[in-house]
């Protein structure tokens, strides 16, 4: 019997009634389990086994690869989720990049930590999800060992360079002055100043702080970009969640534009 909190990542029913669960957890990263009778409507497993719901699982021992789901005690649920088809998908789209990334077995009590939290701002819708998407994915790709070069132009040295080009393929910046006509040919990013910055405080940070920090609306763009390009790169895959994210988004975009910076 193992005890063990997670997040459920995603969920394939098999049969009539019988589920598998992907749970992310601190200790042992992606597990699968089997949850017999979630199809039921009197199934006890309810709430604590729907997706992205945060829970703690008391599991059989494995059969079949699969560990059996013997209890389970919900610990939230972020309703809060359930009001927004885009905020769904880019939870759906955060959990299938863990499920892609993370190996099972292996300890991940920050990418839990860091998913817990992005769920939190999504169900709050407190956070602007575009933003948040960023967060998450530039976070992400250091934890999974994709740490950008934030440190200061690679040519000259200059700290903080008013424009700079961001390299997506290999992780560094060169100030404009320095960027060469050679080195626009591969990938890079035009950015201000601010967006390097935001960049540096996203990958840097104490946990805590992460999600708290001000960039004005013209240096957004650059930021996003560069977090979802980056991340994609360096995972080498395209995720489906994140193209119906884009697609259930892109209006809400529209509406939200003209906001203060
Ligand atoms: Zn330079």
Redesign the pocket.
Known sequence: MLTVKGVVLSQRTIGEQDRFIDILTAEYGVIEVLVKGAGKISSKTGSGSQLFAYSEFCLNDKKKGARILSSISPIQIFYGLRSSVSAVALASYFSQVIEFAVLPRAGTPEILRLMLNCLHFLAEGKIEEARLKAIFELRIAALLGFMPDVVM?R??G?YL?ERLDFSVEDGYF??H??QSTEESLSHFVQMPAASLQAIRHIVLSDFEKIFAFRIGEHSCGPLYQFAEEFLGYHVDRKFPTLEFYRAVSGNQTQEANGQGS
């Open positions: 132009c040519a000259c200059e360079p060169v100030c002055g320095c």
